[in-house]
Structures are given as structure tokens and as C-alpha cells.
């Protein structure tokens, strides 16, 4: 079983910065992909960022050279730099982890709101 704890959520005006954590524990060696994702109010759970056990990642086009993510498998954290925020990163962010088992656990989630 693996439990995930996010943190670094907040209120920020536009053309800010924020800076996500998640650190996991638990069954920690079968960790392989770590992610997070977000939900607007009214809308669906959508892949902000996403970056697997080798390193590789992905991105939204909508935060492509914006946001940063990153991982210590040390510590198991996974980290999501924000910058240049706007007000349509508005949501509530949620952690993702993926097992060598292909389980998936989730973040209860930080929120993120962005002022203009």
C-alpha cells in the first residue's frame, strides 16, 4: 500500500510561482511513474505533468515551459515548479503515482488558485 501527501498549494496572483510537493510512503520500491494532475471546478481530471521511473516526462501543451517536473527517488517525492502562473491553472492538484504492478494511487489533492 502506498500513501501520498501533498503539499504547497496556495493562493498567488498571475505571473507567480508555486511549488508542489508529494512525498509517498509505503511499498515504495514499486514505485514507477509519478504525476500530477489537476480538476477545475466543472471540468475533468486532466495530466498537468508526468515523469516515469527512467526520468523521461511529459506535459500538458497548456503548461509546456511553465511548469517543471521533477523527482527524488531518495526521498520518493515528486515536485511540480509552477511558474508564470495564470488564472486557468486555477484547480485542484492532485498527486499520481503509478506501482511496477500498474496500481495507481492518488493525493487527496492541494489547491492551486491563481488571481489576475
Known amino acids: 500500500q502506498v500513501q501520498l501527501v501533498e503539499s504547497g498549494g496556495g493562493l498567488v496572483q498571475a505571473g507567480g510561482s508555486l511549488r508542489l510537493s508529494c512525498a509517498a510512503s509505503?511499498?515504495?520500491?514499486?514505485?514507477?511513474?509519478m504525476g500530477w494532475y489537476r480538476q477545475a471546478p466543472g471540468k475533468q481530471r486532466e495530466l498537468v505533468a508526468l515523469?516515469?521511473?527512467?526520468?523521461?516526462?511529459n506535459y500538458a501543451d497548456s503548461v509546456k515551459g511553465r511548469f517543471t517536473i521533477s523527482r527524488d527517488n531518495a526521498k520518493n517525492t515528486v515536485y511540480l515548479q509552477m511558474n508564470s502562473l495564470k488564472p486557468e491553472d486555477t484547480a485542484l492538484y492532485f498527486c499520481?503515482?503509478?506501482?511496477?504492478?500498474?496500481?495507481?494511487?492518488w493525493g487527496q489533492g492541494t489547491q492551486v488558485t491563481v488571481s489576475s
Open positions: 499520481n503515482l503509478v506501482t511496477i504492478w500498474s496500481q495507481t494511487y
Open positions: 515523469i516515469r521511473s527512467g526520468g523521461s516526462t
Open positions: 509505503g511499498s515504495k520500491s514499486s514505485i514507477r511513474d
